[in-house]
């Protein structure tokens, strides 16, 4: 079925386009993006069961951003009342001429921006869903992961099993003089984590679901479980990794992080403008093999981060950062698209309206080749097939990277040998990590079910991936 727009951001359309004549009276550039996004998630655990109507990205609310003088300014609201426009034009400019005069007592060095040219576009995407999240049968879902978590503390050494879900009907609207865009669309995750407990060791186990899809995708979740339990019994078993440098396989969930790590903060180009990335300089130069296509953007693929349009008005982009290991470009949002005289890529993203746009990461994944996994294995003589992942950081001003990775599984003379470490520390330089990828298998996949934070905060929905891929990596 077609995901039904926001009734509420069409009742409010005309007002909206009306602040924005209003508005222009005052500046030189207005727009306006209108939010309305609805939905759940629910947590079952043994000891608690919760259900709220709040996700990360529920929110109601519209955000005007303007432009005088080369200074770019923003005011959210949610209080508005499209029969009486002229109420929120005297609040924004009042508040927005506050902004001006505290950077003009204050002596602020701020950026000089061009006025953003748009071109005229009318535009709407009602995207499809099998289920609504409005519609879902919560207290079935509810019983349906109860019994997931009471099947998996009835294995043994199992001391807790969680199940999670969150579904969101999103529909946004942004409004210029010159645009009127709409979008809906619903995302939904689900995980089921396995917690584990022998001779004083804890482990966790786990396995999700995502993709820009309704509550249809929970159906399937028996099968995280199975998963999970499988990760669990073996990290309970799992040794330490003796440290040193390995011939590698990288499933491809580790293959998302280090694509995610490796090439993602460090290309969002709001950091080139600040000079903070060190990929800035190395635009035109190799960062890796012959094999090393890497793709970004919110049309790469059908995952949580995919939409039709970014939070700026910009359709959504499938951007080759790196082409065959030479890097050709970055994602930046349209300020920062303007400061640095080049394109917006459909990569600015807002937390939710009440926080401004950075330049951020949508889908990022790595294009995959002619290999097998088994060839892989093969060509090792002794080395790990890494798989699972727990967390990942970069440092985009000198490219060192570390990922930890949930289970190693030892490879001898080309065979698996069947002994498990983890969890396992990666680390290194990224043009070394991604210049020593040999082997990239055919089939990829995508990963969505996390968030990522600018720094520690503003969190959004993203997703990575690519297939399995043969390189050499510092374990420790």
Known sequence: MKVHFSDYLTRIAPGIHKLISLLEEHYDYVSVLSSDSVGFQASIMQRSKQISHQTLTTERGNTVRVCRNGLYSEYAFNDFDPEHPEVMEEKICRNLDRQLELLQKT?????????????????????????????????????????????????PDIVECVANASSTHISKMFMSQKRDMRQSYVISEGMVAAIGMRDGKSVQGYSAVSGRKGPEIFRGMDQCLKEALKQADELLGAETVKP?????????????????????????????????ALGKDYIGKRVGSDLVTMHEGAAVLEEVSSYAFDDEGTLAGDVVEIDHGILKTGVCDVLSALRLHTKPTGNGKRQNFEHKVYSRMTNTIF???????????????????LSGMYSGMEDPKHWGIQCIVQRGY???????????????????????????????????????????????????????????LKAKARLG
């Not at 995207?127 to 997931?148: A, G, H, I, Q, R």
């Not at 090439?263 to 000079?275: I, L, Q, S, T």
């Open 244 to 276: 040193g440098m390995y011939d590698v396989i990288l499933s491809p969930e580790v293959s998302g992080l280090i694509a995610h790590e490796a090439f993602g903060h460090g290309v969002e180009m709001d950091m080139f403008v600040k000079n903070r």
């Open 107 to 155: 002596g602020t060095a701020v950026y000089q921006t061009p006025v953003m040219e748009e071109e005229p576009l009318q535009f709407s995407a009602e995207m499809e869903t099998e289920e609504m999240p409005e519609n879902c049968d919560l207290e079935k879902l509810v019983k349906f992961f109860s019994k997931l978590s009471e099947e998996g503390v009835s294995h």
């Open 410 to 468: 030892e490879i001898r003379d080309g065979k698996l040998t069947g002994k498990v470490c983890g969890p396992i520390v990666l680390t290194g330089y990224v043009p070394d990590l991604l210049g020593s990828i040999s082997m990239a298998a055919h089939d990829v996949q995508a990963f969505g079910s996390g968030y990522c934070g600018k720094g520690y905060k503003e969190f959004v929905k993203v997703s990575d991936g690519g297939p399995y």
């Open 367 to 385: 294009e995959g080749g002619n290999d097998s996994m088994e060839d892989m294995i093969h060509s090792i003589s002794h080395g790990y097939l």
